[in-house]
């Protein structure tokens, strides 16, 4: 021991609190951190530095190389008509038979050159022309081609491609039909653009103009023309302010000082015991720099490594280091997405002693907000300071789209009204910390036989037959419900999970509620966890089972997140909320055992995990919509839950239930990386895809580990049949109702194209759009006709072949959240006879994921996308329906008795999905609007080319 006297911590941390190091909270030190900010996107990439090549040469023939230009003598054209006469010459072969190399950027193809430019009274700037028409009547504008320069050029041609119907190009001197024109300096040459609209609607072309010059080599310069029918309402649904492309802040990093919240007081009774930690798993920081700085740098080592791992086939040896790996990816990612909702000079106002601040699209997740997140904000006026002070806000509460904030006593002394804010939105890792662990403990766990089966052991937990007596009379002429329900009690698959593959419609739910009741009635001793990946799907399978059996058998564990009001009102009995104290409360492993059947989302089941129930607690795991979930986020509840059966050592082993569809809607992810290699795949899918047990033979699947649900209990035959054929094997079937069959109220209704057929298929031709800094699409001319559609319907009073309709049968989808908001304001705001209906907020508008699951009399929807230009960016993005037929398979599948579409038929020809749905329509007499045929190839690939200079825009 040594003489000198050590500090105190009281001196300690008085110290800290002075210097501003440190705050107190009751019992609790926060530590101020110091830390740089950096993201690493996974969707960045190197400019492409490839030139564009558009071919003028006849299809088939060969470019040839540019010979000198040749003397000859040209029509000349001067703006003053006392100038001599124009003489005709021949083309420049470097322009008829070569190649005309445009440049790779837009701005380059458009800009003025040699002191050639294109103009018109209606320019709108950035090589835009748009003018405005009315249906059925003639409208001329005119394009000037102007040389401003100091030499005559030589306009070889003027060409427009992927010209519609309704414009025609015309001229004096011929240009149009390939008559070369000598443009003197000063000299101007006009070009007409005549529209005749039938309908309203959005009608573009891509003017390219070719010149040259000697001796410099051939020039082009394009402009995109177009011409918009639109009616008042489509006016009012237009941008509301022009449209910011998304730049990610290239801020200096800056040293940054934390000042602790106020976090929500937590009234919740905890009595439910933690047992098995749940660790950070901090995502290592060599990982992010190895994103960063991409496969073509100093880490190329570290890249490699990390790709070695990622495309490695997944097996028991590897499943912890890859599963964790996909996740440190999603989050990386996902730190740089959540960077889209942040938001400057945000005014919060003052509601006692928290702070309320306004965040659009928060009540649709858009960002997700829970009580108990947090938020950062700093002064605005301090954006640029350093260090930066930010201040750390709780969550308190959630309202519609206002935030309740809990801050420091430093900051609520600072704030007066008006002051304004940076926001940044931080993201809960609790799901992925959870997800972390499940992975972990998987295979300390003994799971592989479960999640890597090979085969049964083949014994039944039935000495006699299963003879059951059905919860559900409708079970009995349903075969392959039976049969699935007979397997899963009987237990012979185990260790295997057993699947039910319930395409839409076909009771898959049903399904698996009746095989947990049957479970609870043959084995008196068996304890049953079902799950779900969302609130609404456990939620559902509660009711369900609560229809049958007494709250006291029945406990739905709920978040502590999850706002009281938005649990239904029958389920509410036999949940964790406290009455009295007006709070969730998680009881004792002691009190959950009085339970024989626990309902939790995936998530939250990791509580249960915690608790570290003893092994074989639980005898069976249900998981519905399993094909919604990550596998590590199904895997939450198994690992720590579920035992496996052994024949020697654990005969009595768990049984594991999955439910779900392979071919709808997956999880939603966001790093490219990770869905790239298999953290999209939900477990489901991954057993069906990779597993021989699961693989379709000739004969079907073997029924002792799988059941293909073959009845369709939902829609019209002929909205069946598409996905039928493309996702089914044509072997799902129409089933008859025993009651009133709804599905064909509507085949005489007298707005259909063709009677008895009960799909419409309404093409348009309309503008993709976006606004102020949002980079989702809007279609304000499918707007238009779904409002059409829908006042016939909730007008028909059940007159011309149209029973009356409520609104709350009535679905309208669209893969686009700007869409959605734009319909949400026509229907309840603008249109004066929609928005007087006194049910019409019954009536739902939402994107497709927030339909899986559910089901309409009627489903609308518009399809949005009329621009080829942005399909590659929606296929790299997984956005809207082209290039993923999962979201076209949930989109058509939701109606029950009439399907009507709106889009664009040429856009949406170019997926193999689409282009079946509407060759179907189109057979069957279902297709209407805007007229459709093939377009040229030759047309198709110059537009091809021209769309990668994104003149269509």
Known sequence: RTEEKMPSFSTILYALKVSQQAQVHGKVVHFKKKRRVVVADQYRRPRAKAEVSVPVNAPGQQPSPSPPAPQSRAKKWYSSSSRPPAHAVPADPRVARGTLTLPPRRAEFIREKHGVRIVSEHDQGNGRIRFAVVPGQPT????????????????????????????????????????????????????????????????????????????????????????????????????????????????????????????????????????????????????????????????????????????????????????????????????????????????????????????????ESRPSVLKGDHLLVHLSSERDVSPLVQYKGYVHGVELEKVRLGFSS??????????????????????????????????????????????????????????????????????????????????????????????????????????????????????????????????????????????????????????????????????????????????????????????????????????????????????????????????????????????????????????????????????????????????????????????????????????????????????????????????????ESDGLDVRGLYCDWEELPKKGFPIIFHGVCGEDRREAKSPSFFNTSEIEVLLHYLKKLLQSQGKGGCPTVSPKEVGIISPYRKQVEKIRKAVTSLDPVLRALPDIHLLKVGSVEEFQGQERRIILISTVRSCSEYLQLDQGFRLGFLKNPKRFNVAITRAKALLIVVGNPAVLSKDPHWQRFLRYCQEQGGYTGYPYGDESPAEDGLAANLQALQLSA
């Open 140 to 363: 001329t504008v005119t394009l000037q081609v102007q040389n401003r320069g100091a030499e005559a050029v030589m306009l070889r041609r003027c060409r427009p491609c992927q010209r519609p119907r309704e414009l025609s190009f015309t001229d004096e001197q011929g240009a149009m039909q390939g008559q070369a024109l000598l443009l003197h300096p000063g000299g101007t040459y006009p070009i007409q653009v005549c529209c005749l609209a039938t309908c309203n609607g959005y009608f573009p072309a891509v003017v390219v103009f070719e010149f040259t010059k000697e001796p410099d080599e051939p020039f082009s310069i394009g402009c995109h023309v177009a011409a918009v029918a639109e009616s008042q309402l489509a006016k009012e649904l237009g941008p509301s302010a022009p449209f910011q492309p998304y730049q990610a802040s290239l801020q200096r990093p800056i040293t940054v000082i934390t000042e602790e919240g106020v976090p929500p007081s937590s009234n919740k009774k905890n009595e439910l015991e933690r047992e098995i930690p749940l660790g950070t798993y901090q995502y290592p920081k060599s990982l992010k720099d190895t994103i960063l700085l991409g496969p073509n740098t100093g880490a190329s080592s570290s890249w490699s490594a990390m790709r070695s791992l990622l495309e490695a086939p997944l097996q028991a040896e590897n499943y912890q280091q890859k599963f964790q790996l996909l996740l440190h990816l999603e989050e990386i990612q996902s730190e740089v997405d959540i960077r889209r909702y942040d938001m400057q000079d945000a005014a919060m106002v003052q509601d006692k002693a928290l702070l309320v601040l306004s965040v659009p699209g928060v009540a």
């Open 410 to 735: 430093k900051l609520m002394k600072r704030f007066v009204n008006n002051l304004r804010f940076d926001v940044t939105f931080t993201f809960s890792r609790l799901p992925l910390r959870v997800q972390h662990r499940a992975v972990a403990l998987a295979m300390q766990r003994g799971l592989s036989s479960i999640l890597f089966p090979s085969g049964s052991c083949q014994r039944s937990l039935f000495t006699d037959t299963f003879q059951p007596q059905w919860f559900d009379r409708k079970l009995l002429a349903n075969e392959e419900q039976r049969r699935a329900v007979t397997h899963i009690v009987t237990g012979m698959s185990r260790p295997a999970p057993y699947l039910i593959f319930g395409p839409p419609g076909t009771g898959k739910t049903v399904t698996l509620v009746e095989a947990i009741k049957q479970v609870w009635m043959c084995f008196k001793d068996a304890r049953i966890l079902a799950c779900a990946p969302s609130n609404s799907a456990a939620d559902l399978l509660c009711q369900r089972l609560i229809k049958d059996f007494a709250p006291r058998y029945v406990y739905r564990l709920i978040a502590s997140s999850r706002n009281y009001q938005e649990v239904p009102a029958d389920i509410r009995p036999c949940c964790n909320w406290d009455e009295k104290q007006s709070c969730y409360w998680y009881p004792s492993k002691k009190h959950l055992g009085c339970y024989r059947i626990i309902i939790t989302t995936l998530v939250t089941a990791g509580r249960l995990v915690s608790a570290n129930f003893p092994a074989g607690f639980f005898s069976h795991v249900f998981i519905d919509e399993c094909g919604q979930a990550v596998e590590t986020e199904s895997v939450v509840a198994i690992a720590g839950l579920l035992s496996a059966m052994d024949q020697k050592t654990n005969p009595k082993g768990g049984q594991l239930v999955l439910a779900g569809d392979p071919q709808q809607l997956g999880p939603v992810l966001r790093s490219p990386l990770a869905i790239e290699h298999g953290l999209g795949t939900s477990l489901l899918e991954r057993l069906m895809l990779h597993n021989p047990l699961y693989k379709r033979s000739s004969d079907g699947y073997d029924p002792q580990f799988v059941t293909k649900l073959l009845w369709n209990y939902r829609s019209h035959e002929a909205i069946l049949r598409v996905p039928n054929e493309l996702f089914y094997d044509n072997e799902l079937k129409a089933c």
